[in-house]
């Protein structure tokens, strides 16, 4: 067996083989379950890259098909996971380059690690990593998120925002706004409950992963470029002022 998979502690890429793989099954049948018979998955993948080596696990607790003439067990595809998590490490954050501003760097953090505990929590949190992002990097600040959206929209209609800046990221933040206000504000109505589920709080991070590449990693790399290119033009001009040899 093996498989394509990316080390949640280094963001190393590579190939999992059987010797870096180890799963456990549990079976968690009891008398008079209320969830209905469960069994449970535990698997340890360790990361191959040298410079990390660490292990990452993950737990499964799914109901079973019960077959009563066998001891054996299976899990009930048909049935979604009760819990299923990596549990080490906390969090599937990717690390971020310290070139991102510390405060929207553990916003995000915070933001992963609690992705599954409540996901509600997590895309308000998002929301507030992308205010944080909109207000150090496009420089627009002007007490609402909303407010900064539409500013940040004029903006880039106008040709004044970072080239990084596209409309269709501004138009994915202010999705995100929405989805964000959801654990941000009580509704009118307080009967009236809408839920953020896992998944969809996992979209939000990898939106907002997307943007800290195309925003903050693009201007770094165009930096690091236009400073190289000046330390060549810098180079040639101090080997032209030498004196030719005689």
Not at 196 to 210: G, H, R
Request: proline share 5%; charged share 25%; hydrophobic share 35%.
């Amino acid at each position: 067996m093996s498989f394509n998979w990316l080390c949640p502690y280094c963001n190393y890429a590579q190939v999992v083989t059987n010797n870096k793989i180890r799963t456990c099954d549990a079976d968690l049948r009891m008398n008079a379950q209320k969830e209905g018979p469960l069994g449970g998955l535990l698997i340890a993948i360790g990361c191959s890259n040298s410079k990390c080596l660490k292990t990452t696990i993950r737990l499964t607790i799914r109901n079973l098909t019960v077959n009563q003439y066998s001891m054996v067990f299976r899990f009930d595809d048909e049935k979604p996971p009760i819990f299923n998590q990596i549990i080490i490490p906390a969090g599937n954050a990717k690390p971020q380059p310290e070139y991102i501003p510390a405060p929207i760097r553990e916003d995000y953090y915070e933001a992963c690690k609690i992705r599954d505990l409540s996901p509600k929590a997590s895309a308000t949190l998002i929301r507030r990593c992308l205010q944080g992002m909109i207000r150090d990097f496009a420089g627009i600040q002007k007490g609402t998120l909303n407010k900064e959206i539409t500013a940040l929209k004029q903006a880039v209609e106008a040709g004044t925002a970072d080239r990084s800046i596209t409309a269709e990221s501004v138009e994915a933040i202010d999705h995100i706004r929405t989805i964000g206000n959801i654990g941000a504000h009580m509704e009118k109505d307080i009967n009236t409950i809408i839920d953020v589920d896992p998944n969809e709080a996992e979209t939000l991070i990898k939106v907002t992963e997307m943007l800290f590449e195309e925003w903050y990693g693009d201007r770094h790399r165009r930096a690091e470029r236009l400073a190289q290119v000046k330390k060549i033009a810098d180079t040639k001009k101090e080997q032209k002022a030498l004196p030719s040899p005689s």
